[in-house]
């Protein structure tokens, strides 16, 4: 009697415990690291972790195994400079302006997310410690730090991208915290290191690392030889370079290149780097012992084509822009957290990086409900295992005179013209085809033909300003203005 009573009041005591640490974990605000890759595609992952599994990616594979991996995680643009916009203020291009690649040509210094509240903002106002370690490039200001930062180690902004802040390896120049710095090596490693130095700040705040990786973007050379090496005699089976698409005839500058074998082996190099920082978070993460209090999310801005239909880039490959899906899946993974998710599931719900920001201000707030000023949704009640009835049926992206909707098997791709009362053109896709986007298909039944464009057209009659509308792209400051792409 006295054995059992003994085991009964140890059984209730650890439940006792689990409840008081799920209570205390509900309180407690989370530490959150946000880790986005620049143009890594889904499909450049190992299998395990969502991909097609032509890379190594044993620490992505680790934390896709034990977290949650959203299969169809998609950019709401598939250019660098808007979808970096888009995570931060939780908005699409065309409401917060910003619908191309921003250069550091001096003439167009200027903060294009001027006005917008930035998620770095929100997490501040919430208290946390915050910190940019890497790729800005939301905006041209040459006056960093932006707003909210505590910790801001970004690019020497004078100093133009391909000289300077794409180097993989080699001297780089950075501001930090307004001060110029250099370092000398990989700089993916260094940015790595200065993201475990942040955690190690003493502090009773949480904090909030958004680490932003310039690989696997090119220049497609300058990454370790030992794990170039492992891809270079296999690189040319892995993607063949002679791939082919309907729309690869409008294309203007982006076709595989002689060296296609060399460039794509650097760009799985790039990627298997990646891994290794992953892991060195994960591991620190481990020692420090604030793991299960940690929310680890890998991403990317967007994608990329590495030879598939016989092209090189991002949607601006093509001429007119286009919308294929290596280019709009991108890697989400979340790790760690403790009982915050419901680890090991494949998400299928359509998810962006608006969704992203809203998730973020969701944990980093308890869940309190702020003002809806974009699109996106927690999917917070995703990462805990629930189904969500009234979760989204659509992705939807967008890119200067262009937009598209997909409800996973039908893709519409609509063109809008300069002329207002021109009818848009529109380019409609199959993706339960086996040739997929490789060629248009006609469209669909009438019902459901008429239904995606109404849902494209209500969407952006929502979630538009008249002034950063991408249907006015033509009026649009430089360089905006070269993100519109008529149809020859």
Not at 148 to 154: A, R, Y
Request: aromatic content about 12%; hydrophobic content about 35%.
């Amino acid at each position: 009697m006295i054995k059992q009573f003994l085991t009964f009041s140890m059984l209730f005591l650890v439940a006792v415990s689990q409840a008081n640490s799920k209570n205390a974990q509900a309180t407690q605000k989370p530490n959150i690291i946000v880790i986005m890759a620049d143009d890594q595609g889904q499909w450049a992952l190992g299998s395990a972790a969502g991909g097609e599994g032509i890379v190594k990616t044993p620490n992505l594979d680790y934390i896709a195994q034990q977290g949650v991996v959203f299969s169809n995680a998609m950019t709401p643009i598939p250019v660098c400079s808007p979808a970096r916009a888009s995570f931060h203020t939780g908005k699409m291009p065309s409401q917060h302006g910003v619908h191309d690649f921003l250069g550091e040509d001096r003439k167009y210094d200027a903060n294009w997310l001027a006005g917008e509240m930035l998620l770095s903002e929100r997490l501040k106002s919430q208290g946390y410690r915050t910190a940019l370690l890497g790729k800005w490039h939301a905006t041209t200001d040459s006056k960093p730090p932006q707003p909210g930062f505590d910790q801001w180690l970004s690019y020497d902004a004078l100093k133009a991208g391909w000289q300077n802040q794409y180097q993989h390896s080699g001297n780089v120049l950075f501001s930090e915290n307004g001060t110029n710095v250099s370092y000398t090596g990989v700089q993916a490693w260094y940015l790595t290191q200065k993201a475990i130095e942040f955690m190690d700040t003493p502090s009773d705040e949480p904090f909030f690392i958004n680490l932003n990786f310039v690989e696997p973007h090119a220049p497609f050379e300058g990454l370790p030889e030992r794990l170039v090496n492992r891809y270079r005699d296999k690189a040319a089976n892995i993607i063949r370079a002679g791939g082919f698409s309907d729309i690869q005839s409008r294309s203007n500058y982006t076709l595989v290149p002689m060296d296609h074998q060399e460039k794509l082996a650097q760009y799985l190099a790039a990627v298997q780097l990646l891994d290794e920082q992953v892991g060195r978070i994960v591991d620190a993460l481990q020692s420090k012992g604030i793991l299960d209090n940690t929310l680890v999310i890998y991403t990317a801005d967007h994608g990329l084509l590495m030879g598939q239909y016989g092209l090189y880039g991002k949607t601006n490959a093509t001429n007119p822009s286009n919308f294929y899906e290596h280019n709009l899946k991108i890697p989400m993974i979340v790790y760690g957290g403790g009982d915050r998710l419901r680890g090991k599931q494949t998400r299928d719900e359509f998810v962006s990086l608006i969704d992203l920001h809203a998730t973020v201000i969701d944990f980093a707030s308890g869940g309190e409900k702020s003002a809806e000023y974009g699109p996106g949704h927690s999917f917070s009640t995703l990462l805990e295992g629930k189904r969500l009835v009234n979760w989204k049926r659509y992705h939807i992206a967008e890119r200067g005179n262009a937009r598209m909707i997909t409800d996973g098997h039908w893709k519409l791709v609509r063109y809008y013209q300069r002329s207002e009362a021109a009818t848009p053109i529109d380019y409609w896709y199959d993706l339960s085809n086996p040739l997929a986007e490789r060629y248009d298909v006609p469209p669909p039944r009438e019902t459901l033909r008429e239904l995606l464009v109404s849902e494209l057209e209500a969407f952006f009659s929502q979630y538009e300003t008249p002034t950063f509308s991408g249907r006015k792209i033509w009026d649009q400051p430089y360089p905006n203005a070269g993100a519109e792409r008529d149809l020859k």
